[in-house]
Nanobody
Framework: VQLQASGGGLVQAGGSLRLSCGSS????????MAWYRQAPTKQRELVAA???????NYADSVRGRFTISRDNANDTVNLRMSKLKPEDTAVYYC?????????????WGQGTQVTVSS
C-alpha cells in the first residue's frame, strides 16, 4: 500500500495535534501499523504501533500523551498527540505491514513535520 501522512504543523508547548495516515488500500488486513519520528541529528525512533488485534505499544517518552488508533472504515491510522513538548519536534512517518524477516515495515509515508515551540 501507499501511505500519505498529514496533519503536522507548528504548535505551542502544551498543545495538541492529530496526525493522519491515509492508505491507498484497505488496512483491515494489515497486522501492524506504526508511527515513527526523526529529529534533526537523531535516528528514527518508534513512537507508537498497533496491531489489528488491538495491541498497542508506545515509546516511554510519549506514553500517556499520544494515542494511536485505526479507522478501518476510512483506511487511516491516526496519532493523537497532546501535552506536546519541544522535544517532540520531528518529522513523523507512518508505516505499515511489518516484515519479521527484515525487521522493518514494508510501506512508509512521506513524513509530516511537527514543530513544538517553547
Amino acid at each position: 500500500v501507499q501511505l500519505q501522512a498529514s496533519g503536522g504543523g507548528l504548535v505551542q508547548a502544551g498543545g495538541s495535534l492529530r496526525l493522519s495516515c491515509g492508505s491507498s488500500g484497505s488496512i483491515s488486513s494489515i497486522n501492524s501499523m506504526a508511527w515513527y519520528r526523526q529529529a534533526p541529528t537523531k535516528q528514527r525512533e518508534l513512537v507508537a504501533a498497533n496491531t489489528k488485534g488491538g495491541i498497542t505499544n508506545y515509546a516511554d517518552s510519549v506514553r500517556g500523551r499520544f494515542t494511536i488508533s485505526r479507522d478501518n472504515a476510512n483506511d487511516t491510522v491516526n496519532l493523537r498527540m497532546s501535552k506536546l513538548k519541544p522535544e517532540d519536534t520531528a518529522v513523523y512517518y507512518c508505516a505499515a505491514d511489518f516484515d519479521p524477516f527484515s525487521s522493518t515495515f514494508r510501506s512508509w509515508g512521506q513524513g509530516t513535520q511537527v514543530t513544538v515551540s517553547s
